[in-house]
């Protein structure tokens, strides 16, 4: 039932969007007035992990295609808006980006709350940031939401060999033991990076898909795939017969949309 709570809670999102009374979180009500949202889901995804794992070189790379070298460490929060789109749905994607503690501490639960997905990233040289996904993955299962989508990254996977000392299996079995998905990535390089955010996007959706403007499990057929299947029939010759003078032989054209 995970799933049907997921699309319950998608549905209302939309009809609020849409509906004329009302103005959703954000920057969309000006004057009174409601603002014209072109997007089908906003989803607030939040980046998670200590100070130095590179959070918000990740959040740039993601939404700039660049990498500022030298960053000074995020104070407070900030957030980003970054639209994508996902089997014909457009989402607005609200990209949170908290300053990290040197070591794990509470996340104030406001943060948690209303968030669609979650980044929790760590530096693969640094066995200590690792260690503190426990502590993140613990407090996500206290005040995040049940159907939250939450990858775990393993950062900076450009460095050399022998710096890393978070091995890929130690990453992947903690996401395991959590339930969360995971991948490794490179800030610097650009490598992973999206594939983390497609992760994240994906645990969202939930495997639904847009048909006909609507939002359908995925193994349902897409339009396109419907078009193939049901193509639309042509108008059938209607049957014809000889007259009677003729030789009596009866012409008949049948077609058939479905083989």
Request: charged share 15%; glycine share 10%; aromatic share 8%.
């Amino acid at each position: 039932m995970k799933w049907l709570r997921a699309a319950m809670a998608q549905y209302r999102h939309v009809m609020t969007i849409h509906s004329p009374h009302s103005c959703v979180a954000g920057p969309t009500c000006f004057g009174g007035q409601q603002q014209t949202t072109n997007y089908d889901l906003l989803a607030k995804v939040v980046m998670l992990g200590i100070t130095g794992v590179g959070k918000t070189s990740v959040l740039h790379r993601y939404t700039k295609g660049t990498m500022t070298v030298n960053s000074l460490p995020t104070i407070g929060s900030d957030f980003v808006n970054h639209p994508v789109t996902w089997n014909g749905a457009r989402i607005k994607m609200q990209l949170w980006d908290i300053a990290g503690p040197e070591r794990f501490t509470s996340v104030t639960p406001i943060y948690y709350r209303g968030a669609k997905g979650l980044v929790l990233v760590y530096d693969i040289a640094d066995l200590s940031s690792f260690n503190a996904t426990a502590g993140f993955l613990q407090e996500i299962q206290w005040h995040a939401p049940e159907d939250v989508s939450v990858v775990l990254v393993g950062n900076k996977t450009d460095l050399a060999p022998d710096k890393r000392v978070v091995t890929e299996q130690m990453g992947r079995q903690r996401a395991e033991e959590w339930g969360a998905r995971f991948c490794e990535c490179s800030a610097k390089a650009g490598e992973g990076v999206t594939d983390a955010f497609d992760m994240v996007i994906a645990g969202i959706m939930g495997g639904w898909q847009y048909v006909s403007g609507m939002a359908t499990p995925a193994h349902v057929p897409s339009d396109a795939l419907l078009a193939q299947l049901f193509p639309t029939p042509t108008t059938a010759t209607a049957a014809s017969f000889s007259s009677p003078g003729g030789n009596g032989t009866e012409t008949q054209q049948q077609r058939c949309v479905l083989q």
